[in-house]
Nanobody, 125 residues
Framework: VQLQASGGGLVQAGGSLRLSCVVSGRTFSSYTMGWFRQAPGKEREFVGVISRSGGRPNYADSVKGRFTISRDNAKNTVYLQMNSLKPEDTALYYC???????????????????WGQGTQVTVSS
């Protein structure tokens, strides 16, 4: 399984970006999909997660109301729409796939089986 994230870039504070993550293989609809980010010198942190069917998206408090996760199972793609971006959103953003059903631990990096290579998001003030 390979995950390819894209869509990062440089944007001014208050701007928007949409990240995409394409997953290889024919079992995309069986994965719970998460987004994480890692800023320099910091640990990788949870951003959001979406269930296999696209329902019950869940977000970190720091992005709630600004970021939206969606997925298109026909295209093997998960999206992260980021609005009202802030300088503190600057990080390398990763998508991740979890083979197992939803659990109370989907915000943990250890809950995911496959990871993409990351796409850089930089928000200038």
């Amino acid at each position: 399984v390979q995950l390819q994230a894209s869509g990062g870039g440089l944007v001014q504070a208050g701007g928007s970006l949409r990240l995409s993550c394409v997953v290889s293989g024919r079992t995309f609809s069986s994965y719970t999909m998460g987004w994480f980010r890692q800023a320099p010198g910091k640990e990788r942190e949870f951003v959001g997660v979406i269930s296999r069917s696209g329902g019950r998206p869940n977000y970190a408090d720091s992005v709630k109301g600004r970021f939206t996760i969606s997925r298109d199972n026909a295209k093997n793609t998960v999206y992260l729409q980021m609005n009202s971006l802030k300088p503190e959103d600057t990080a390398l953003y990763y998508c991740a796939a979890r083979r197992h059903p939803w659990s109370d631990y989907v915000s943990r990096t250890s809950s995911y089986d496959y990871w993409g290579q990351g796409t850089q998001v930089t928000v200038s003030s």
